[in-house]
């Protein structure tokens, strides 16, 4: 009577190893569905119309502060592509945009004075996604973003710099709100 071998059975073993990883990550991988977020494809399961399209057919409602609008005036801009708003929306859009300015340092150079030299503008927006034709709320989220400004000594340079980086905020905001929504719509049962 003689011993089994053990190179060839850890070889076996080896082989069957590596066979039964393969197959498991065959499987692994059949089960995920990678599509581009902006195809001609539908984002939502019972559309009928392209991504562009239907991001198109949201409407969004009127906002009341500058940067709200600001916001608001970028998202439609991306929405729509620079086209025409849609007569029958197929969405309405809900935004409720705050915004708060922060002094982020007091660094004086050659002053004894603690005047803040840096700031920075936090606008955040929370957005509810509502389906037009039945009311019910398809989507909400919040969406928050920062930009920071230098503060001259000069009052009128130090206004019209946190207006610039409000109108940053407020076209990266819109950004992310544009990728939010199609990401939202892109999600099974969304409709």
């Avoid at 409407?59 to 600001?70: D, F, G, T």
């Avoid at 620079?82 to 197929?90: I, L, S, V």
């Avoid at 000069?154 to 710099?161: D, I, K, L, T, V």
């Amino acid at each position: 009577m003689s011993l089994p071998d053990t190179r060839k059975t850890a070889a076996s073993f080896a082989r069957r190893a590596a066979l039964f990883g393969l197959l498991a990550g065959v499987a692994l991988v059949s089960a995920c569905q990678v599509r581009p977020l902006y195809s001609n494809q539908p984002l939502s399961t019972g559309s009928t119309v392209g991504a562009r399209e239907e991001l198109a057919s949201i409407a969004v409602k009127p906002v009341s502060s500058r940067y709200a609008q600001q916001v608001r005036n970028n998202l439609i801009f991306a929405l729509t592509g620079g086209g025409e708003r849609p007569n029958a929306p197929a969405y309405s859009l809900t935004l409720s945009v705050t915004e708060s300015v922060i002094s982020t340092a007091s660094i004086q150079v050659a002053k004894d004075q603690d005047q803040p030299t840096a700031g920075t503008v936090i606008m955040t927006a929370a957005y509810t996604l509502t389906d037009a034709k039945t009311g019910k709320a398809v989507a909400n989220g919040q969406r928050s973003i920062s930009s920071s400004f230098d503060k001259p000594s000069q009052e009128f340079a130090s206004y019209r710099a946190q207006i610039d980086a409000e109108n940053r905020a407020a076209r990266e905001l819109a950004e992310l709100l544009h990728l939010a929504l199609a990401q939202d719509l892109a999600k099974p049962g969304a409709r």
